[in-house]
């Protein structure tokens, strides 16, 4: 047996022994996913997915799966994460109907979890959001 399997086993001891050690791996891993998500397009001079909107769709059904797990496990600064990464992705879109419709998503989806979840990080991501609108004079 490879000796990386033995970890698949320690995971419940892990988890139990260092909770917080635990959600910031988890956490990364879910950036990762992002970071792998945002390059089938992004970054590389023979993409994968070589149509662009391909590409924004899987990184919104992605970022969309993202969010559906930091509010079901009530992870705040996991939502605050994926939110920023709807606003980052607006920006790498490079597209002006692209940037709008990310933005517009992002910031409706902080109202909600806002008025839903009264998660006090929210407010950040709306200050975000009011940094954002120059964005879309530098896109265009």
Do not use: C
């Not at 059904?61 to 509010?71: D, E, H, N, T």
């Not at 992870?75 to 920023?84: D, E, F, G, I, N």
């Not at 909600?112 to 929210?122: A, D, E, I, S, T």
């Amino acid at each position: 047996m490879e000796p990386w399997r033995w970890f698949i086993f320690l995971q419940p001891a892990v988890k139990k022994k260092y909770p917080y050690l635990s959600k910031l791996l988890y956490d990364g891993i879910l950036i990762l996913l992002y970071l792998a998500t945002l390059r089938l397009h992004f970054f590389h001079p023979t993409p994968l997915l070589s149509d662009k909107t391909v590409g924004l769709v899987a990184i919104l059904l992605l970022l969309a799966w993202l969010l559906k797990i930091s509010v079901v496990k009530k992870r705040q600064a996991l939502a605050t994460l994926v939110l920023t990464l709807f606003y980052v992705t607006a920006v790498i879109s490079d597209d002006a109907p692209s940037l709008l419709a990310f933005t517009t998503i992002a910031a409706a989806l902080t109202v909600v979890l806002l008025w839903q979840r009264n998660w006090p990080w929210m407010g950040l991501i709306s200050f975000d959001a009011d940094l954002s609108h120059p964005d879309h004079v530098v896109v265009q």
